[in-house]
């Protein structure tokens, strides 16, 4: 990163943003991932050693969100929705078009999603930030999440667990499970012996 | 919801972020699409194609409308990067939320009845001339009031969502949704209800 | 298409070949479709009146196969495989990554198919082209078929009928029918009502 | 199979039409091999990563080879337009025809095992320097003698393919298949004995 906050390799003319933590050894492949960001928490991305990104990774972290990338997360291309935290573990492996969310970003309750709508055309940039409870989403460590699947808000994914390609999360996953559907449901736990295999 | 629909008369300018919408696109006071592939498939021939109501985000949204599609949305509706794929119908009512990377259609692209795919065919070839595709059997989606509809969802023609249902994320809707009902899954399921 | 046989339009250098008949009211996307055409019959493709060929089609014909394409059929990306006969009825679509072959180009019989594998190092260009019973596809009036499929050789698929993306159809389709899957089988025949609506 | 692959020992020279192919791939002799893709994702380090024997077509092949996949194809074999991913060992044998529009692959692309995948995501990312990606559960995949493989078929990895079998157009095999026997659908079942 140059010191105006510019990626050297960027084709984007954009930023990396003041509070974002790019670790040296970490890689964020364009600034457009950012193009949503408005975090204001010092950290509000925390790349971590060996952590990566690619094009087509959107964080779109309101002003009171922080996303946590472990050491040599890789992300593919994640839609990353977050008002309030988003932890992503050490080697977890994340395909391309999935979407990660801790918040529905409007009010669950009617009149009251009225109300947030009204405000929406008076804000500059016209964005849904009510303040809602947001529940924080945990991709333990070492998961392996397949395109195209959504982990839904207050979901946690155990260490070492497997979510198929097009699933979609709205319970959370015990350790070292592999799930998959839509609904995801549990496919098998990992057995003894995959669970022992080392590389 | 009809009524209210009734009641977008005399619309005031909203605006397109690139430049002019199609003279058949009719926006709402304060009003806001932005994004430069908005219109980019936009075919429509018919009066008041779109029709959009007051204080409505769009933002990145496509409207593909086929030559004889009509669509109208209401007001207070807040939509994100959202594919809209109108042939025919669709009539999204007001306080609609539509996430990112959701496609609504309200066709299958070609008519399954043996006669109109002959006519479909025709009207695509070069013999076409601006012959106008068969009327696609009428699927209208209906989206009511105060629906959400969360990312990477699909909602399938001959759909309506009753006001103030819920589609999770993901979801894929191929038949109405009751009013309140908490929806996810593939084919969409009832999960629940709003309060 | 220009007095030397290339299409204005075309980004592709080649040329549409001789005996290929493209009607004035048709229209090929390019002549790159005809890069493995290699019939040497007259009217080795045949395009009817308003029929369409897609970037993505590409016509595998041997010396003495022929492709007729009927009037408005419409093919956004098929790969056929043609030494005997396919015709693609009137108002036919066809969507993309769509495979029609009539012949598997080589023996099923294993020391014979050696026997042509043995050749094929010697011929300029280097191409299967065994004398094998090929057996002609036909594709019925107004057919729809959806991407990704494959119609095996000696099929015939009947009039009016749909075959839903990514089936494989190895057995006669009567007409009619909306089949789908991988082998592909019969969902039903259409109805009274669907027969009869007219445009 | 295995007594024949231990003859590939002197190669004579074959040829890319596009260049000279990586050092660690060896072609028999008259075997041609066109299309400027290639080795663009061949990223073997092994020595005699690529070896293909004598009198084969190889058009418009990619051959995927990942930083310590093994590959060796037989004589008089005919490829068009397939995809090779070798993350680990694919062994073909002789007299072998692939369709075009065909991928094969002897891997998952990441371990399924989680100490394994914490490995790799190590390997993958910036701190990898070089270092070699895990060995993925050895799965290797065998496609014998006089195996027809047809258009838009995909083969799975693990699996054993016997002499003389036939894989129709669009099959995704996922289970060894016997010699000579004749396979079609998704996944892929026997459906009769080839002559």
């Given at each position: 990163?140059t010191?105006?906050?510019?990626?050297?390799?960027?084709?984007?003319?954009?930023?990396?943003?003041?509070?974002?933590?790019?670790?040296?050894?970490?890689?964020?492949?364009?600034?457009?991932?950012?193009?949503?960001?408005?975090?204001?928490?010092?950290?509000?991305?925390?790349?971590?050693?060996?952590?990566?990104?690619?094009?087509?990774?959107?964080?779109?972290?309101?002003?009171?969100?922080?996303?946590?990338?472990?050491e040599?997360?890789?992300?593919?291309?994640?839609?990353?929705?977050?008002?309030?935290?988003?932890?992503?573990?050490?080697?977890?492996?994340?395909?391309?078009?999935?979407?990660?969310?801790?918040?529905?970003?409007?009010?669950?309750?009617?009149?009251?999603?009225?109300?947030e709508?009204?405000?929406?055309?008076?804000?500059?940039?016209?964005?849904?930030?009510?303040?809602?409870?947001?529940?924080?989403?945990?991709?333990?460590?070492n998961?392996?999440?397949?395109?195209?699947?959504?982990?839904?808000?207050?979901?946690?994914?155990?260490?070492?667990?497997?979510?198929?390609?097009?699933?979609?999360?709205?319970?959370?996953?015990?350790?070292?499970?592999?799930?998959?559907?839509?609904?995801?449901?549990?496919?098998?736990?990992?057995?003894?012996?995959?669970?022992?295999?080392?590389? | 919801?009809?009524?209210?629909?009734?009641?977008?008369?005399?619309?005031?300018?909203?605006?397109?972020?690139?430049?002019?919408?199609?003279?058949?696109?009719?926006?709402?006071?304060?009003?806001?699409?932005?994004?430069?592939?908005?219109?980019?498939?936009?075919?429509?021939?018919?009066?008041?194609?779109?029709?959009?109501?007051?204080?409505?985000?769009?933002?990145?949204?496509?409207f593909?409308?086929?030559?004889?599609?009509?669509?109208?949305?209401?007001?207070?509706?807040?939509?994100?990067?959202?594919?809209?794929?109108c042939?025919?119908?669709?009539?999204?009512?007001?306080?609609?939320?539509?996430?990112?990377?959701?496609?609504?259609?309200?066709?299958d692209?070609?008519?399954?009845?043996?006669?109109?795919?002959?006519?479909?065919?025709?009207?695509?070839?070069?013999?076409?001339?601006?012959?106008?595709?068969?009327?696609?059997?009428?699927?209208?989606?209906?989206?009511?009031?105060?629906?959400w509809?969360?990312?990477?969802?699909?909602?399938?023609?001959?759909?309506?969502?009753?006001?103030?249902?819920?589609?999770?994320?993901?979801?894929?809707?191929?038949?109405?949704?009751?009013?309140?009902?908490?929806?996810?899954?593939?084919?969409?399921?009832?999960?629940?209800?709003?309060?």
């Amino acid at each position: 990163m140059t010191a105006d906050r510019k990626l050297e390799w960027d084709w984007y003319s954009g930023t990396v943003p003041e509070n974002v933590v790019l670790d040296d050894t970490a890689y964020c492949e364009t600034a457009f991932s950012f193009h949503f960001y408005r975090s204001r928490l010092p950290g509000g991305v925390e790349y971590g050693r060996g952590a990566s990104t690619y094009l087509g990774t959107m964080f779109d972290v309101g002003p009171r969100g922080r996303v946590i990338l472990g050491e040599c997360a890789l992300i593919h291309g994640a839609r990353i929705i977050c008002d309030a935290e988003i932890l992503i573990g050490d080697y977890a492996l994340i395909s391309w078009n999935v979407v990660l969310m801790d918040t529905y970003r409007v009010p669950l309750d009617a009149p009251e999603r009225r109300r947030e709508l009204e405000r929406i055309p008076a804000r500059e940039p016209r964005l849904a930030c009510a303040d809602v409870p947001a529940k924080p989403v945990r991709i333990g460590r070492n998961v392996w999440i397949g395109f195209d699947a959504c982990v839904l808000p207050g979901v946690t994914i155990g260490e070492g667990s497997v979510v198929g390609a097009k699933s979609v999360v709205r319970e959370s996953v015990p350790p070292f499970t592999i799930v998959a559907g839509n609904p995801a449901r549990v496919i098998r736990p990992l057995n003894a012996e995959e669970r022992s295999r080392h590389a | 919801m009809k009524a209210k629909h009734e009641t977008i008369t005399a619309l005031a300018p909203g605006r397109w972020t690139h430049g002019a919408p199609p003279a058949n696109v009719r926006l709402g006071n304060d009003t806001v699409i932005t994004g430069d592939l908005a219109f980019k498939r936009f075919h429509s021939r018919e009066p008041d194609a779109l029709v959009i109501g007051a204080q409505c985000t769009m933002d990145g949204v496509h409207f593909d409308l086929g030559e004889k599609g009509r669509m109208t949305i209401g007001d207070f509706c807040y939509f994100t990067n959202a594919v809209l794929l109108c042939e025919l119908e669709v009539r999204i009512g007001n306080y609609v939320v539509i996430g990112w990377n959701t496609t609504v259609a309200d066709t299958d692209f070609h008519p399954l009845a043996p006669a109109e795919r002959v006519a479909d065919a025709l009207a695509c070839s070069p013999l076409g001339g601006g012959r106008p595709r068969p009327a696609i059997p009428k699927l209208p989606v209906l989206i009511e009031d105060d629906v959400w509809i969360g990312p990477n969802a699909t909602v399938l023609k001959g759909v309506r969502i009753g006001g103030g249902a819920w589609i999770e994320a993901g979801s894929l809707v191929t038949r109405d949704v009751p009013p309140r009902a908490r929806v996810l899954g593939n084919p969409a399921q009832i999960i629940g209800t709003m309060p």
